[in-house]
Each structure stands twice: as C-alpha cells, then as structure tokens.
C-alpha cells in the first residue's frame, strides 16, 4: 500500500466551503482521476483519506493538507495533476509527496496567517497589536455547542505583527494587515479569537469582517521564529536513496 500526502488550498469564493463540502469534492475528484484508492473494512467501506488540522469555514488557506491510501504505486506529480484537474478552481492541489516518514499531523505544531483589516488605520491597528502583545493573558469568549467556554488567546500566539496594505491591491480606503503565528493547542486559538482579543485590550473593530488566509502550517523552529514545511522530511527521505546510489557510484 503506497500513501501519498497532499498539499491544497482554498482560494477566492471557495474560503465559504466547510470541510465536509471539500470531503465530497475530493472523493469526485478521486473517481474522476480513477485513483486506485484503499477502501476501509466493514460494511460501508469508504476511501482511505486523512485529514489534517482542517480551516475553519469562511477563512481562505494555501495550506491544507490530507493523506491518501492507494492500492496501487502511482507517481506524486503525476496523480496531483490528475487530481488538480478534477477539482474546482479554488480548491487546487499544489504539492503531493509520498509519504516516507510517520506523523504528518504531529507535524502541523503551528499556523501562518494573514488578517486583511479593510477600514481600519494601520496606526490603530499596530496600537491595538502592541497592547495585545504585552499582555500576559487576554481572556476571550466563543459560543460552542456546549455554552460559552471563556479561554486565553494569548498563551497560543507567537508572534502578531502590522504590515503596510499590499501593492498589489490599491485601495483609496485605510487598510491594516495583520500577521499571525499562533500555536495549535487545546483549546484551538483561531484568527477570529484573537480579533476578539484585540477588540477587548484596545477596542480595536473592523467595520467589515476580516479577510483571513491561513499562509503555512507545520512544525515551530524556536531558533529561527519560523513555520516549516511539514512535507520536507517526506521529500529528503525519498531523496536519500539516490543520493546513496549516487555515492555507491562514485570512483574511489
């Protein structure tokens, strides 16, 4: 049985699909691409598909990411392009691997993402990041289908920083953008939490509803502040076999 990890998005208009409409999507898409799919046991038998770490709805992703069983070996690109093909334009699949190596979710420690504020003052923006940032703890509410639970968004944040409106979208209205690297704990600290964590230390409040795009997910490197790239282990270990042939060859 051959696994293969898979790398995808959700871009414009597509942000909207919650995670069982892109779970029907996906499974078209692998009988359109005649993927040689591994079923499970037991009476209703269904693909072998792994998620991981889903977004939530609403929000845009370059960085979603899923694993597959097959039956029979097929190769990485070869089948993302078969599969990209077959599914909407938003919903792209931009990188497949196979899997080498264990732990994929264990991998996906940490989350980029970026907050587009329309109607809101950079300068006001980096005050409200600012209060947040020194807090020791900023307490937030969400409703769940079990009552509102109150927990601290702050703990889970590693960095929040206010960038300049980007160059390649002009706007005669203020702007802020936010970038967010926050941990994955329990319980989940989301883009949206933290937005309501700037709203109560410095009453900072969009007049419409942010833009929010997950940029990365992976493993946090404490030495470098940076979120790495949970498919590179996967992509090495398949890379040293040939290196070792390579070095077999080699003339003494």
Known sequence: MQRIRLRYT????????SHRDF???FERALRRAEVPMAYSAGFTPHPKVSYANAAPTGTGSEAEYLEIALTQARDPEK???????SMPTGLDIIDAVEARTSGLADRLTASVWELRLDGVDPADAERAVASFTAAESVEVQRKTKNGIRTFDA????VQL???GPQA???????CAILRLVVRHVTPAVRPDDVLSGLRAVADLAPPVPAAVTRLAQGLFDEETGTVTDPLAPDREAAEAPTTAAAAAKAPA
Do not use: I, N, Y
């Not at 959700?10 to 699909?17: D, M, P, Q, S, V």
């Not at 702050?154 to 944040?157: D, G, I, L, Q, Y």
């Open 168 to 174: 390649d979208r002009p706007t005669d209205q203020p």
């Open 79 to 85: 089948l993302r392009v078969l599969l990209d093909e």
């Open 10 to 17: 959700k871009r414009g208009r597509l942000r909207f699909t």
């Open 23 to 25: 779970q029907r999507a």
């Open 154 to 157: 702050r703990s889970a944040v």
């Open 161 to 163: 920083e206010t960038h």
